[in-house]
């Protein structure tokens, strides 16, 4: 202080200083509303994922009873819930991982009935085309609606036997392959389109070649 007066140095300087520091508090501030949003979202995500996580929950819960449900009788009448598992049709690779960990079922060989493979084996494939070939298979099994013919069948047990006895080479589809691999996948995606049909199609036909009676009252034939 000289003759009374303030001194304040160089005034330019301070009011840089001022400014400097209304930006930095400016700059905070986009920050927090950045980091506010970014737990907005993070919050958001944890609700997905609780949700996705119960809903893979409920899912497997009704994969579950999709396999009981098979081995008890897959024509049996059922309460709504397990109805709509048979609605799902077939997922080998969710069926799959219900025979694993401490829960897991303990007949494999219902598994194998649906999709022709150790369910553990499953778990191990990447390649879609295979898992939809299985999935097919267990759709046709289980349909209250489809009914396959033993062509059919035969040739996805043709298809899987060859596929295990490539051990389980998943590249048979790669470039136009000509294995035999490749041969009984496409014979099989054939039998789908040819062998499998409708059960009142199927039931049509039975009936009208079953026995009728002719005018003179003899048991025949028509076919």
Same mark, same amino acid.
């Given at each position: 202080?000289? %003759?009374g007066? *303030?001194?304040? %140095?160089?005034?330019?300087?301070?009011?840089?200083?001022?400014m400097?520091?209304?930006?930095?508090?400016?700059?905070?501030?986009?920050?927090?509303?950045?980091?506010? !949003?970014?737990?907005?979202?993070?919050?958001?995500?944890?609700?997905?994922?609780?949700?996705?996580t119960?809903? *893979?929950?409920?899912?497997?819960?009704?994969?579950?009873?999709?396999?009981?449900?098979?081995?008890?009788?897959?024509?049996?009448n059922?309460?709504?819930?397990?109805?709509?598992?048979?609605? /799902?049709?077939?997922?080998?690779?969710?069926?799959?991982? *219900?025979?694993?960990?401490?829960?897991?079922?303990?007949?494999?060989?219902?598994y194998?009935?649906?999709?022709?493979?150790?369910?553990?084996?499953?778990?191990?494939?990447? /390649?879609?085309?295979?898992?939809?070939?299985?999935?097919? +298979?267990?759709? =046709?099994?289980?349909?209250? +609606?489809?009914i396959?013919?033993?062509?059919?069948?035969? %040739?996805?047990?043709?298809?899987?036997?060859?596929?295990?006895?490539?051990?389980?080479?998943?590249?048979? *589809?790669?470039?136009?392959?000509?294995? %035999?691999?490749?041969?009984?996948?496409?014979?099989?995606?054939?039998?789908?389109?040819?062998?499998?049909?409708?059960?009142?199609?199927?039931?049509?036909?039975?009936?009208?070649?079953?026995?009728t009676v002719?005018?003179?009252? =003899?048991? !025949?034939t028509?076919?």
């Amino acid at each position: 202080m000289s %003759g009374g007066e *303030l001194f304040v %140095g160089n005034p330019g300087r301070y009011a840089n200083y001022k400014m400097d520091q209304a930006d930095l508090w400016a700059r905070v501030d986009v920050q927090d509303n950045k980091i506010a !949003s970014q737990d907005i979202k993070i919050a958001s995500l944890e609700d997905r994922v609780s949700s996705l996580t119960s809903s *893979l929950d409920a899912y497997k819960l009704l994969r579950n009873r999709f396999i009981s449900t098979f081995k008890g009788d897959k024509l049996a009448n059922v309460t709504d819930g397990a109805g709509n598992a048979w609605a /799902h049709g077939g997922d080998a690779v969710v069926d799959a991982s *219900l025979y694993r960990g401490s829960e897991r079922r303990r007949d494999p060989s219902a598994y194998e009935r649906l999709y022709g493979m150790d369910p553990l084996r499953v778990l191990s494939i990447n /390649h879609k085309s295979t898992i939809d070939a299985l999935n097919l +298979h267990a759709w =046709v099994i289980v349909s209250k +609606h489809k009914i396959g013919t033993t062509t059919f069948y035969t %040739g996805f047990g043709e298809f899987i036997k060859l596929f295990q006895e490539s051990d389980y080479d998943e590249s048979y *589809l790669d470039d136009g392959g000509t294995t %035999g691999v490749t041969r009984a996948y496409w014979s099989f995606l054939r039998c789908a389109k040819d062998e499998v049909r409708d059960v009142e199609t199927v039931e049509e036909e039975v009936f009208t070649s079953s026995y009728t009676v002719n005018k003179g009252g =003899v048991a !025949s034939t028509e076919r």
